[in-house]
């Protein structure tokens, strides 16, 4: 067994270990403080009956995947490898933006934390602190990759800022949108980082800090899934969406490919476009509407197109499945970029 792959393994087992075993603990203290989720009444009537279920469970896998950084990475950090790190704390500076929503939801009784400025003012800062660290670091470069094409094109540097702060902060709400039905988001996102940990792997040593990050996350998730699966002990809220939107961004960034997201992201990136185009339209058409209801994952749940209405443990198939194949497309557009 090589080094890379005893680290990367050791890093999935790790924080699968840790999330596992802390959920145990966390879901029923989460039940005994009343952290409860409150549903909003416009969405499906079913999803009433979840309303009192524990939130801001994403603290179980973002304490795996702390730990498999600081363990698995140890000796990279004292080799003055800090790229996991980084994203670890990209990833949680999101995470903090969502537990104070999370809070915020709590302490009134209702779905409605943070307003959107004062989120989105704290995302480009976050989104804007990472990039500038990043850079500083050496981490990334003003080229913009394409892959497929194995082809890359110098941006100027006010450019390259730009359009990264742009993809982190449109990622992780994309991110955030996915996560409305039992698992969704841990399942959907759960192949985007083994994609991650695989192209690392790929890539060679230079890229092993981040895979073990990736890796990590991918253990956490599994452990998390275990009480986030239909029907879920606890949900992660924006803690955990807002972390996990951070980390998909903040692996692309920090592997020199953001266009990835294009086709490991394709879910997220429909879900916020069903969105926007569900919002739009009911301006534009004063009251009409191209969806039974936005995101898609609901318009799905609710019978749209074919009347069929998608059980949450069907999405969760269809939107980790459809993830799965997309990891795999992505992967034989990138794997050979840096090929060890």
């Not at 603990?25 to 279920?53: C, D, F, N, Y």
């Not at 969406?241 to 998909?248: Q, R």
Request: net charge positive; proline share 3%.
């Amino acid at each position: 067994m090589t080094e890379m792959t005893g680290k990367l393994i050791f890093a999935f087992l790790i924080s699968l270990a840790v999330s596992a075993l802390l959920g145990k603990i966390v879901v029923p203290w989460l039940r005994k403080i009343k952290a409860g989720q409150a549903i909003k009444e416009i969405g499906p009537k079913w999803h009433m009956s979840k309303a009192g279920t524990p939130t801001m469970g994403g603290v179980i896998f973002i304490a795996g995947v702390a730990v498999a950084c600081v363990t698995s990475g140890y000796s990279l950090m004292k080799q003055g490898d800090f790229a996991h790190i980084f994203v670890f704390l990209l990833a949680l500076g999101f995470g903090a933006v969502g537990f104070v929503d999370d809070y915020k939801k709590l302490k009134k009784k209702q779905n409605t934390g943070l307003t959107a400025g004062k989120k989105f003012a704290l995302q480009v800062a976050v989104a804007a602190l990472f990039v500038v660290v990043l850079r500083s670091f050496g981490y990334a470069t003003p080229n913009l990759y394409i892959p497929f094409f194995d082809v890359s094109y110098p941006l100027p540097e006010w450019l390259f800022y730009a359009f990264t702060i742009f993809v982190i902060v449109a990622t992780v709400n994309a991110v955030n949108l996915t996560d409305g039905v039992d698992g969704l988001a841990t399942g959907t996102s759960i192949p985007v980082f083994v994609f991650y940990s695989v192209v690392a792997f790929a890539w060679g040593k230079e890229y092993l800090s981040l895979g073990i990050f990736a890796a990590g996350l991918v253990g956490g998730l599994f452990g998390f899934l275990l009480y986030n699966y239909n029907p879920a002990k606890v949900f992660m809220g924006d803690t955990g969406s807002l972390f996990l939107g951070g980390a998909v961004a903040g692996m692309a960034i920090a592997m020199d490919m953001p266009l990835i997201i294009i086709t490991i992201g394709i879910l997220y990136i429909l879900e916020v476009l069903s969105d926007i185009i569900q919002v739009g339209y009911f301006k534009l058409s004063h009251g009409k509407r191209v969806f039974k209801m936005a995101p898609f994952h609901h318009h799905l749940e609710m019978g749209g197109w074919t009347g069929k209405k998608w059980s949450e443990k069907e999405l969760f198939a269809l939107f980790t499945g459809i993830s799965t194949l997309m990891a795999v497309i992505s992967f034989f557009g990138v794997f050979d970029r840096y090929a060890a």
